[in-house]
């Protein structure tokens, strides 16, 4: 017992030294970095993009140069929650209170609250709290957990086939390994369909990190009490707490964080006052400052 105890850990202590390895060989490979491509690249950073590509860092490389590519395009760090507030106004996707056991930061996603036709700003709307959910991961944490509630879900709130592959296309090719559970709650069989569509764009490992859960399973019950306290959890989604989505609230809170967003990048900016869920410039002719939050 001894001796295999010494080399299991001898073993895990060579798989980290070499991955350590694989890590300053992909930043070297990727050469001198200045401005966000800089802050972008941390040594956690690569190492999501190696376990996404089973640590081949040819493959990594090309996979961080087309992101940091749309990164530079698409700008997901310089949107402002007044550009998406009103995509978020019946709660569809926002940032729970609460952490997971792991200390995760959670999504909660109600697709039975689709309240919008636009892909693009759908789209737009998902990757701002994507940019959220990683500004607010405890220090140490890569990934978050979804719980996807079904509730009124129908085929007329339902986003179609082509916007969910272009989100997926984004999520995984842009926010690797970012994705730790997602939960699908009490799905109709309605979505069966749609989700056989679905999965066939999913890489194999992200498909694996999706789960069926239902309300009266005994098997679901105990999974969901393995990843969440039912004190914290929606009753909704099996838990004993309330969900009940303030937009005024949530667009206060998300104000705040672009504030700290804005400092952590480096974006030179007068923040929006948000009322009523809001932009400022759509309520008032001046924004109004707001005191720097600490990051």
Sequence with gaps: MFLLRRHTQSHEENDSSQKDSKVTELRAALGLMSGRGSKYCTDACLRRYLEARNWNVDKSKKMIEETLKWRSSYKPEEIRWHEVAHEGETGKVSRADFHDRLGRTVLIMRPGMQNTASPENNIRHLVYLMENAILNLLEGQEQMAWLI???????????????????????????????????????????????????????????????????????????????????????????NATLKYDHEEFSRLMAEDDVKTAKFWGVDEKPFHILNGHSGAEVAPEPIPMAPVAS
Excluded at 200 to 222: A, G, R
């Design 149 to 239: 509630d079904f509730t009124g879900f129908s085929l007329n709130t339902s986003i179609s086939v082509k916007t969910a592959r272009d989100i997926i296309y984004i999520l995984q090719n842009h926010y690797p390994e970012r994705l730790g559970v997602a939960f699908l709650y009490n799905p109709p069989r309605i979505f069966q369909a749609f989700w056989k569509a679905v999965r066939y764009f999913l890489d194999p490992k992200t498909s694996q990190k999706v789960k069926f859960v239902y309300p009266k399973n005994k098997d679901s019950v105990e999974l969901m009490k393995s990843f969440f306290d039912i004190e914290n959890l929606p009753s909704e989604l099996g838990g």
